[in-house]
């Protein structure tokens, strides 16, 4: 299994930090899961033996973090927050707009698979709601034309 | 990236270097970075202790503990070594500082580990962002690296001949983490189940060693509070609350931001002054002033002081300083489920009270919000609730339930209107058709 230089330098420099291996398993498992698209069979068996886990141990972990996925999605996830402060700034209109949009329902990927929706819990920008973020950039104080806007630029950029 | 807002009526300390390129560490320096640290580095761990003590510094995580307090408790004398922690795990709905405090400032909470290591005895410190923080993960290593490049961090730090590392560590979505055992677990590569307490972290904490866990904003505050002096510091605030607070205004606003006021700053001027009052031309109906887990407030409770005292007394919690607004055109109801879905989300499941607790309410006010209520249910969910607090092994149980009792005392007429089969008042014509879901 390879990963790129980039994620070993990490990995490398990580593990050292900590007096246990396993320490250093979440961020791990979400570096490589940006570098692979979802956590692989061959990934965790990978990160496992790596450090020093069984596999079971590593699903176990996985299973517990919303970001942390085993199968693929969307290239661009869209994740938009409908919690208490998006939701009475129109964050559930926001979300049923992308669905529409690309036509997917919640964790559904296009076709074409380029895109992903899903329905998130707060993403702490409660104060420039309503929020959403495409992978890791965040959109915020969203409207719906704002959002056509963005996923154009997703799609062409 | 998130935009900055600023009212009159501010006292920025923790607030002090936004917007001023303070992520340079060049730039840092010349506005008094690591300036507090050099202090401590000459000053006494209990010396450090006290004057964190006299400043009134309650933790901004949400309890509103005494920070010196809590730093008094570690042992001076440990075979294992001892950790400090920063919680920077920031997912209670409403709570959007901490991410400022990193996009700006990351400097000043390495500053704010340093002190509390140099007070408590040790040798690294951990600083935990949440996994969706990934650009502000990327700022504080950064920070970080040009730290050590300083000789500011790991061996010799500041020719002191002290070793102090810093670390930063990564989250992968999972509110509960956020709580403090929950937290410790994550970052030692498990699942986030919170640990049985006694021992609390202090005394048992990460890898076994004590362990000292704080908000982000909380360490943050503590270099301003060497430099200036705790009796400074309390003096900002109100008795026994010293200090300033972000709060996050959101909501039904017309204003909002995050907002750098005195603690006991008054809720009521904090809406209709500071946060330019009701947008829309609406009416205000309820206010939820610490995080989405702390009971919400009637237009007419709403004149408090905004600390941690007197919000308890009015019958609620300052909690994380998340202060979401709600005006007239939304329904309790559905607020009050969006609120419980989150918790039954979030539930890690291991108290019978919080996982059955939360899906039991949920269900129940999904089918109340479709008009398929009971009268009885009304008084179903409010027992239920009230069994649910202090039964459970971490708070998240009280979380889910405190906000749950406060909607149906407050507004059980707004329950009343959504009995048998009429539909919700507030819903608009036309609701959008579900599309399969595809896990
Ligand atoms: C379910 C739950 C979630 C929490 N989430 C956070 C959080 O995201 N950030 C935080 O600083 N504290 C959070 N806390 C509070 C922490 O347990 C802990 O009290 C706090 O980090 C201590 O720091 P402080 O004394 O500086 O507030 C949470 C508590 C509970 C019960
Ligand atoms: S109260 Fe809920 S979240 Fe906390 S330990 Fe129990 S089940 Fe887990
Ligand atoms: S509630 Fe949507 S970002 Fe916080």
Known sequence: MKFSDEFETRFAEMVPHYPTKRSALVPTLLYAQDEVGFLSDEVIAEIASRLDLTELEVRNVISYYSMLITKPRGKFNVQVCTNISCMVRGGEQILDHCKKKLGVGNKGTTADGLFSVEEVECIGACSWAPAAQVNYDFHENLSVEKVDKILDGYRHG | ????????????????????????????????????????????????????????????????????MKWSFVPKQ??????????????????????????????????????????????????????????LSNIMQKAIRDAYAKGFAGKNIFGSGRDLDIYWHGGAGAYEVGEESALMESLEGKRGIPRIRPPFPAVVGLWGGPTVINNAETLASVPHIILGGGEWYAKIGTPKNGGTRLFCMSGNVAKPGVYELPMGYNLKKMI?????????????????????????????????????????????????????????????????????????????????????????????????????????????????????????????????????????????????????????PFEKAGAVEELPVMA
């Open chain 2, 272 to 424: 209709y002054d500071v946060a330019g009052g009701i947008a829309n031309g609406r009416k205000l109906k309820a206010v939820v002033p610490g995080g989405s887990s702390t009971p919400c407030l009637t237009p007419e409770e709403i004149d408090v002081a905004m600390d941690f005292d007197s919000v308890a007394k009015a019958g609620s919690m300052l909690g994380s300083g998340g202060v979401v607004v709600i005006d007239d055109t939304q329904c309790i109801v559905k607020f009050a489920l969006r609120t419980m879905k989150f918790y039954k989300h979030e539930s890690c499941g291991w108290c019978i009270p919080c996982r059955e607790g939360t899906d039991w309410l949920e269900k129940t006010l999904t089918r109340f919000h479709r008009g398929g209520g009971l009268k009885k249910d009304i008084d179903n969910m409010q027992y239920l609730s009230e069994n649910m607090l202090g039964r459970t092994f971490c708070p998240l149980g009280d979380a889910a339930a405190m906000p749950t009792i406060a909607f149906v005392k407050k507004f059980r007429k707004e329950f009343e209107d959504h009995l048998d089969g009429r539909p919700c």
């Open chain 2, 1 to 68: 990236m998130a935009s900055l807002v600023s009212h009159p009526d501010e006292v920025k300390v923790v607030s002090k270097r936004f917007g001023m390129g303070a992520t340079d560490i060049d730039r840092y320096l010349e506005l008094d970075g690591y300036k507090a640290v050099r202090k401590a580095l000459a000053m006494e761990p209990d010396a450090i202790i006290n004057e964190v003590k006299n400043s009134g510094l309650r933790g901004r995580g949400g309890a509103g503990f005494s920070t010196g």
């Open chain 2, 78 to 135: 440990s075979a294992k070594p001892k950790y400090v922690l920063c919680n920077g795990d920031e997912s209670e709905p409403g709570t959007c500082k901490d991410r400022l405090i990193f996009e700006h400032d990351p400097h000043s909470v390495i500053e704010g580990v340093m002190i509390a290591a140099l007070a408590v005895g040790a040798k690294s410190g951990y600083i935990y962002i949440r996994g969706e923080y990934r650009y």
